[in-house]
């Protein structure tokens, strides 16, 4: 089984990005999937999670408003689109399928 990360990198204070995760090896469709971050010093925290069809989804208070997760089974690919991007947003983004495995990670930046 593997999640592979893309869309990281650097950006400016209120830009936007959009961060992929693919999965392969297991049956994505079944399992809910969720992104976490963790920036230097700090604890891995929750960002985002969505439901395994859909149609359910959480955000942590820091990020509701701004960022959107959302899949697509048929590709196996979940995705978090991140608008209105802090500084404090800045941190290693990894992909968790909730009770499975994780990604490697992708470096987001947000500076000036």
């Known amino acids: 089984a593997q999640l592979v990360e893309s869309g990281g990198g650097l950006v400016q204070p209120g830009g936007s990005l959009r961060l992929s995760c693919a999965a392969s090896g297991f049956t994505f469709s079944r399992y809910a999937m969720s992104w976490y971050r963790q920036a230097p010093g700090k604890e891995r925290e929750l960002v985002a999670q969505i439901s395994s069809g859909g149609r359910s989804t959480y955000y942590a208070d820091s990020v509701k408003g701004r960022f959107t997760i959302s899949r697509d089974n048929a590709k196996n690919t979940v995705y978090l689109q991140m608008n209105s991007l802090k500084p404090e947003d800045t941190a290693v983004y990894y992909c968790?399928?909730?009770?499975?495995?994780w990604g490697q990670g992708t470096q987001v930046t947000v500076s000036s």
């Open positions: 968790n399928a909730v009770g499975g495995y």
